[in-house]
């Protein structure tokens, strides 16, 4: 599931909304937020689930968000392709800068265990791969790891956005930068589980080839209230499609707002 998505570039940073800045004068989110993503093949099977929780740590003495991303396929699908990945990202509460970052992931007997150190001093990071027993080191420059973009982005005051404007951000995986960019579309309301939502609705500008049709065939719906949630993304792959759909939530900072007719 997050595999899929992360190796077109997309993983869930696919569900992001844009910021300039770090920090609003109400929080998009805080500790004891907890989401959790229901994915489906084709619209009928089911594929897997993803969730996201935030909690409290300290790394090098400061007060950082703790993230942890997990996914897991089930179903029918997971006869065919089990996977099983968790993601963990530590990042500033102040700057939104990560400051360490772990991916330990199986998919399909496919096996990633590695952890990045990101040093803002020497503007470098450190990467540890576990299982190749390798250590690395390499530039880096004002980038998000997979985690803390989603978060980082989530700030942004979405009244600037025009239908149109594009949003750029660069991400880092692995041991490269990649740059991301959204493209707004408008606003849209959503039936979902909760209730109808205003959402505003996005195009990932992804790169095309063996999985996604063609650079803009991925749409993100995000909740257009303050908490700014990803509500509904959908991915015309180059077989079927994928969806994934807010199936639960809990410790929102702020209202979640459903439109009553």
Do not use: C
Request: hydrophobic share 35%; proline share 2%.
């Amino acid at each position: 599931m997050f595999g899929i998505m992360k190796k077109t570039g997309l993983f869930f940073i696919g569900f992001l909304i844009v910021s300039h800045s770090y920090g609003q004068k109400e929080p998009v989110f805080n500790t004891g937020e907890w989401l959790r993503f229901k994915m489906s093949y084709s619209g009928f099977l089911k594929a897997g689930e993803m969730t996201l929780s935030v909690e409290d740590s300290i790394i090098n003495g400061k007060e950082v968000f703790h993230v942890t991303g997990k996914g897991k396929t089930s179903g029918i699908i997971k006869w065919f392709f089990k996977v099983n990945d968790n993601y963990q990202s530590y990042f500033d509460k102040k700057t939104g800068n990560p400051y360490l970052f772990k991916r330990n992931i199986n998919e399909g007997g496919y096996k990633i265990k590695r952890q990045i150190d990101f040093n803002y001093r020497s503007n470098k990071a450190t990467i540890q791969d576990f299982k190749r027993k390798t250590t690395n080191t390499v530039n880096i420059g004002n980038v998000q790891d997979m985690i803390s973009a989603f978060y980082f982005l989530r700030n942004y005051d979405v009244k600037t956005l025009n239908p149109g404007d594009e949003i750029s951000l660069d991400i880092f995986m692995d041991s490269q930068i990649y740059p991301f960019r959204l493209h707004f579309l408008g606003t849209e309301i959503l039936t979902t589980r909760f209730g109808k939502v205003k959402t505003l609705r996005f195009n990932p500008i992804v790169q095309s080839g063996r999985v996604f049709k063609k650079n803009e065939s991925v749409t993100i719906w995000i909740t257009a209230d303050e908490n700014k949630i990803p509500i509904k993304m959908k991915a015309s792959l180059a077989v079927g499609s994928l969806r994934a759909e807010l199936d639960a939530y809990k410790g929102l900072s702020n209202s979640f707002k459903i439109i009553y007719d």
